[in-house]
């Protein structure tokens, strides 16, 4: 079996050719897969071999933006005879993800159409890598909302992530995208606590949470307090970058700030550098 042209854009047809050494019935049929799909009874569509004669063509639209194999099988069941080449439907693009070197929590991802016509309403989504379902990006960004063939992305702690290109808005409902690269952020949490004049300050970076989504709060403490429940201040966290002023402390000690989240006095995520305040 094979498909021809290996590219098509979609709503352009799929010429499927096949032939078979085999003895043909007139219940011989065929069946459309996505290219990774290994299980026989996950197809998208099927149809009968229009006779049964042992060479054949014919005409298929397919469903979507993607990656198609065909199989065809024997007699009304899943005796397989053949695996067609795989056929891409959609347009072709280059995409690179790389660190932002002047942002610690940034990507910047660079893309290049190679091949197929202009998708107007082409974008971008940032997903979590392990994530299996397209409606549930973390960010999204439209490719015409640049000049320069590069879009930058707020990543909101480390890990691994994966971005997903689609050359169109939702079609029936589902996200296909047609292309993906990974990125990976490594780091770490910084914290500085200080005292400036008649207050306490706390500065720096968050990369192992995203202080939205993990609940994320900050809060002073003696250094020898083992409680995390006896704050002397706090206060909930909704951006990587850390930048917090407190009045100053009522009693003399060393303290120092500690970062916590997902609703837990268990879970300190980093601590800062200790200091002495003398009232």
């Known amino acids: 079996m094979r498909t021809t042209p290996e590219r098509i854009e979609f709503g352009e047809q799929i010429t499927l050719e096949w032939e078979t050494a085999e003895e043909t019935t007139s219940n011989d049929w065929i069946a459309m897969y996505d290219s990774d799909s290994q299980d026989v009874k996950s197809y998208l569509s099927w149809f009968w071999v229009p006779s049964s004669s042992q060479k054949g063509s014919m005409k298929v639209y397919p469903p979507n ?44 991802v660079c893309f290049e159409q190679l091949s197929g016509n202009l998708h107007r309403n082409a974008w971008i989504g940032l997903y979590d890598k392990f994530q299996q379902d397209n409606n549930r990006y973390i960010d999204f960004k439209y490719l015409a909302h640049t000049n320069n063939l590069k879009l930058t ?10 971005f997903r290109l689609f050359p169109e808005r939702p079609y029936f409902g589902s996200y296909v995208d047609v292309k993906r690269c990974d990125f990976d952020l490594r780091g770490k949490d910084e914290l500085k606590l200080e005292q400036v004049g008649p207050k306490i300050k706390i500065t720096g970076k968050l990369l192992s949470v995203d202080p939205y989504t ?39 000690g060393t303290y120092e700030a500690r970062v916590l989240a997902q609703k837990s006095y268990d879970k300190v995520v980093c601590r800062s550098n200790p200091i002495t305040i003398t009232v």
């Open 214 to 252: 993990d609940s994320a709060w900050v809060g002073v403490f003696f250094v020898s307090e083992g409680n995390n429940k006896q704050w002397r201040r706090y206060k909930y966290l909704y951006s990587s970058n850390v930048d917090i002023e407190f009045k100053t402390l009522q009693h003399s």
């Open 153 to 162: 992305f707020d990543i909101p702690k480390y890990g691994e992530y994966e």
């Open 65 to 108: 933006y993607g990656k198609f194999i065909f199989r065809y099988f024997s007699n009304k069941c899943y005796k397989l005879w053949g695996v067609s080449n795989a056929v891409f439907v959609g347009p072709e693009y280059k995409l690179e993800a790389a660190k932002n070197p002047s942002a610690d929590n940034q990507a910047v």
